[in-house]
């Protein structure tokens, strides 16, 4: 990393580092962007109206074009990115404790292994959609309910990752010479096991964001939870829905890139963090 | 012999289901029950009614009950196939069910054979020319189109095809002023294309991404290099080797995006109003219609579970080398 600075003399200054700094380069530039999309979305407050221009083309002035009440679309959905980037940290914050959780539980008998792979289907054998539906209803509704809905659904790949984990190290000498000294399964978990599963975990978070705010997206363009008045990228999309025959393309088309771009972004950032933590790969 | 196998088989995932559908049932119950929903006052819609008036709905709906009770009510009901009358359709949940989901089967269905298809064929053509624009090409849509919302992908298309193209009707199973017995197969027919589109376009990225690594992993093993030497080439080595080998794995993972598929359905068919199981879905979910949700939410279970039991079968019945191994034991 020292040493790129002193070999800079090429058109590009990266193009003579090696891998992992360029992989550490693009997870910065990514993490930068989505960041910069976080903060100023939360800064963007009071978007301000005037009929006069209205359902303007998108031009330089307005760079996502204007929508009924004149509102500014790209101030828009910076709003909106943000708010479902929130969404998204919270959501994944719940469902990764869960699925740690779930994991460490799996460890410590037979018994807890079976339940855990039980929960794991039963929340599998209910399509996504209908379930964060269900679970966004029991918690009322609401951007709690999205919050909910989307937190407590999300842990199924990843603690399925890890019990798959858990039970190979669990045959490991080390635990069971710990349960012959006498140590508890919960010390066991957390000194011996947690440990080991962390790099999986990092992963597993970074790439269940992406799904995590798509579904909010979707959730509430189906019209549960957030109110009309509130500048998430699904609302924003449903609201385009009446001005498509109209031939306001932009309304929808630049929200939905955006967050499509964001997704991108944070599976970017997944494969190369991955990439880093598997021993396998990092060396390159 | 394979006869009884078969038999303990199918038994032993009759069992399964059976335990999977009361588990289901039960947690989508008590979730339901959890709600600050109240049935009683769903029914009503906010008409005023005396206090005594509505202890007497609530002992017809039975809601005053503790939870033990109403499980096991629920579960009774269930058993006899009597799954509630529904709130918006004032119809018995069953019947409401089976008319929307018969027309969600005909997308679903079509939607999932073409993307399978298309996306094999296409995960074929770019792992067998690996490196080429066809791949990058492959790759850059699969990547794209795994990100992006699926209902914005239809609101694109519908966009495209219907508004500015005008070729397709913007939405409805049929059109306005018509009833839905009454419309000609062309009518249902022109209002299927743009939801079977978005569908299948949506559906084929994972196939297509599946196939292409699967290929490219068989075309670098050492029996395709042997093949290779053997004077073998183009498309017969991709067909007898590559295919061959990737062609089940495929159409398993097929069957198990049944649940993507529902969760597709859902969104596009509230992108096109397309009056199937998604649209009602969601309509109950957002009018407080608990029992033709639960009832939709048992539907979902079924008929994933159905494309994960095929998904095994396709695997262990189907799968030459799995079979040889267990005539072997």
């Keep these: 990393m020292i040493k790129k600075k002193s ?11 090696n891998l992992r700094t360029k992989t550490l380069v693009i997870i910065g530039l990514s993490a930068l962007v989505i960041i910069s999309i976080f903060i100023s979305g939360y800064f963007v407050r009071d978007i301000p109206t005037s009929f006069i221009s209205a359902n303007q083309m998108p031009s330089l002035e307005h760079l996502f074009g204007t929508d009924w009440m004149g509102r500014d679309m790209f101030q828009r959905t910076i709003a909106g990115l943000g708010l479902s980037l929130m969404v998204g940290f919270i959501a994944s914050a719940v469902s990764t404790c869960i699925s740690i959780l779930l994991g460490l539980f799996s460890s410590f008998n037979k018994f807890a292994d079976e339940t855990v792979a039980g929960i794991i289907d039963l929340f599998g054998s209910i399509p996504h ?13 609401g951007v709690f309910g999205v919050v909910m809905g989307v937190g407590l659904t999300h842990w199924t790949p990843l603690a399925r990752v890890l019990r798959s984990e858990v039970k190979e190290i669990r045959t490991k000498e080390y635990i069971s010479l710990a349960e012959n000294l006498g140590r508890t399964k919960v010390w066991i978990a957390i000194k011996h096991i947690l440990p080991l599963i962390v790099s999986q975990i990092i992963v597993g ?20 939870g957030l109110p009309p008045h509130e500048p998430a990228i699904g609302v924003i999309l449903s609201e385009s829905m009446n001005y498509l025959s109209s031939g306001y393309w932009w309304l929808a088309f630049y929200p939905g890139l955006s967050l499509l771009i964001v997704v991108l ?11 880093l933590l598997n021993p396998e790969t990092a060396q390159e | 012999m394979n006869k009884q196998k078969i038999a303990k088989y199918f038994g032993f995932k009759l069992v399964r289901f059976i335990i999977l559908m009361i588990a289901v049932a039960i947690f989508s119950f008590v979730l339901l029950d959890l709600s600050p929903i109240d049935p009683v006052s769903a029914y009503l819609k906010g008409a005023a009614v005396s206090e005594a008036q509505r202890q007497i709905l609530e002992q017809y709906f039975g809601t005053n009950v503790p939870l033990p009770t109403k499980i096991y009510h629920w579960l009774l009901d269930l058993v006899q196939g009597n799954l509630g009358t529904s709130l918006i359709y004032l119809a018995p949940v069953m019947d409401v069910i089976i008319e929307k989901f018969s027309a969600s089967v005909v997308l679903m269905a079509i939607s999932w054979l073409l993307s399978g298809i298309i996306g094999f064929a296409l995960g074929v053509v770019a792992g067998k020319n690996k490196g080429s624009w066809i791949d990058k090409a492959v790759k850059v849509y699969c990547y794209a189109i795994q990100s992006a919302p699926s209902f914005w992908v239809g609101m694109l298309i519908l966009m495209v095809f219907s508004v500015y193209l005008g070729w397709f009707p913007i939405g409805f199973g049929v059109p306005i002023g018509v009833r839905s017995t009454d419309a000609t197969f062309m009518e249902w027919a022109t209002r299927l294309v743009l939801p079977t589109l978005t569908l299948s376009l949506v559906g084929l990225a994972p196939i297509a991404m599946y196939t292409r690594n699967e290929l490219i992993q068989v075309l670098s093993s050492d029996y395709v290099l042997f093949a290779k030497s053997r004077g073998e080439k183009g498309w017969d080595l991709v067909k007898n080797h590559g295919i061959r080998n990737i062609l089940l794995p495929a159409i398993t993972l097929q069957f198990l995006s049944f649940s993507e598929l529902f969760g597709g359905a859902v969104l596009v068919e509230q992108v096109f109003s397309y009056p199937g199981i998604g649209q009602t879905a969601v309509a109950a979910g957002l009018q407080n219609d608990v029992p033709l949700f639960l009832g939709i939410v048992l539907i979902s279970a079924i008929f994933v579970f159905v494309g994960n039991l095929l998904a095994d079968i396709s695997y262990y019945f189907i799968d030459p080398r799995i079979k040889e191994n267990e005539f072997n034991d």
């Design chain 1, 7 to 17: 070999n800079d003399n090429g058109p590009w200054v990266l193009y003579h580092a």
């Design chain 1, 129 to 141: 959609i209908l379930l964060i539906i269900l679970v966004s209803i029991m918690f009322g509704g």
């Design chain 1, 205 to 224: 978070v970074i790439l269940m964001f992406p799904h995590a705010i798509m579904h909010e997206a979707a959730i509430t363009f189906l019209g549960f």
């Design chain 1, 265 to 275: 972004l944070f599976d970017l950032i997944g494969e190369n963090v991955e990439k």
